[in-house]
């Protein structure tokens, strides 16, 4: 059974993806703002740019008159992000005013989000922060000195709870209180906090007993004594080469863990360093060692990534270069399938395998 999503969002969905006119994928040129938030290992990102109407005597009263949006996600993740465009050009807010919209704007412009689909609007709202703080920077704003405070998860703004996604205990608290979350299971939903190890799902459930019960409001509670603490499990994640630009869908970081355990998040446009498919290689393999490659690949660097967002694949044949799958879990009868078998299933099987890959969905 696929996500259950509102009218509203599958159209902007459908709009953005067929580039209609008035929609926002894309890139600002000369952009006056740009912000970035997630990474392709959890399956969302999102790079956000917007455009100023410059006020020549105060740089405070800019007005924001153009947005886009470039992301690597779901349904939800390309809804969410069109959504923070039109609220942005419809208000024409300042960039200062922009910091008031918030996640929960995002969801009630798309008449609602799965709950396990929330964290797509959180990071859009993410990505705006940020540049809203590098608008700031360029025209000599100090946010600081007019009581704004960077509210993004920064990972110096306090104890790393999660270490799969650098997600900190500050971020934690506030989006718990942000976004009324009741138990482990919609926090790791919405914010992806406990969904890939799983080692800190006992931690997550003590700040949310203390945040719930009222306690430890300002989000800065004493880190737990060592043995209270779960051990971190390192997560390797894969890197994914640059997705066809025409769908203006690409591979915002990479996150692996060093030998002390880490991790390690770098964010970059470009096109990463994923191992490579060497020419000819993958044709001289019998039908059986290609079989054996292709299932290694899905197994460590294509289902991680689906079973985040609690979808999975299976294969169900192999013949010559063409993979037959069937998409299960969360991605069976998702309005996106399609596009995670391109931008995901495909792109990595002929980018570390063979290019002449082909994958059909079953």
């Not at 599958?10 to 894309?26: E, I, R």
């Not at 704003?141 to 009581?147: N, Q, S």
């Not at 692996?256 to 880490?262: F, R, V």
């Not at 001289?284 to 609690?310: F, N």
Request: charge should be negative; glycine fraction near 8%; aromatic fraction near 4%.
């Amino acid at each position: 059974m696929g996500w259950q999503y509102s009218e509203k969002t599958k159209q902007l969905f459908m709009d953005a993806v067929q580039g209609k006119t008035g929609t926002h994928v894309g890139e600002v040129a000369n952009a006056d703002g740009v912000g970035e938030h997630g990474s392709v290992a959890c399956g969302d990102a999102l790079k956000f740019t917007f455009r100023v109407e410059r006020n020549e005597t105060d740089p405070t009263q800019d007005k924001i008159v153009e947005a886009k949006f470039l992301t690597f996600g779901c349904t939800s993740a390309i809804a969410a992000s069109e959504a923070l465009c039109r609220i942005i050009e419809e208000r024409r807010p300042t960039p200062i005013d922009a910091l008031k919209i918030t996640n929960q704007d995002v969801v009630e412009f798309l008449e609602g989000l799965p709950t396990q689909k929330v964290h797509c609007s959180v990071m859009g709202a993410e990505a705006l922060e940020e540049a809203v703080w590098d608008w700031a920077s360029r025209r000599g704003v100090d946010l600081t000195a007019l009581g704004f405070k960077k509210l993004g998860n920064d990972v110096d703004e306090g104890r790393v709870v999660c270490q799969c996604f650098g997600i900190t205990e500050p971020y934690l608290r506030r989006q718990i209180r942000e976004l009324g979350l009741k138990t482990t299971d919609e926090v790791t939903g919405a914010l992806k906090a406990g969904g890939a190890c799983g080692s800190c799902r006992a931690e997550i459930q003590n700040i949310l007993d203390e945040v719930l019960s009222g306690g430890c409001t300002s989000g800065t509670c004493a880190a737990p004594t060592p043995e209270t603490v779960a051990p971190t499990q390192t997560v390797e994640a894969p890197k994914v080469a640059e997705e066809p630009k025409k769908t203006g869908f690409i591979p915002l970081a990479t996150v692996s863990t060093t030998a002390t355990g880490d991790v390690v998040q770098n964010p970059t446009f470009e096109t990463t360093d994923a191992p490579k498919a060497a020419p000819g290689e993958f044709a001289k393999l019998s039908p059986y060692q290609k079989a054996k490659r292709i299932e290694e690949t899905v197994e460590t660097a294509i289902r991680p990534i689906l079973r985040r967002d609690g979808g999975d694949i299976e294969i169900v044949d192999v013949k010559d270069d063409v993979v037959y799958v069937a998409m299960t879990g969360a991605c069976d009868g998702c309005d996106a399938a399609s596009q995670t078998l391109d931008l995901i299933v495909t792109t990595i099987l002929q980018d570390r395998l063979d290019p002449a890959i082909r994958v059909v969905q079953l």
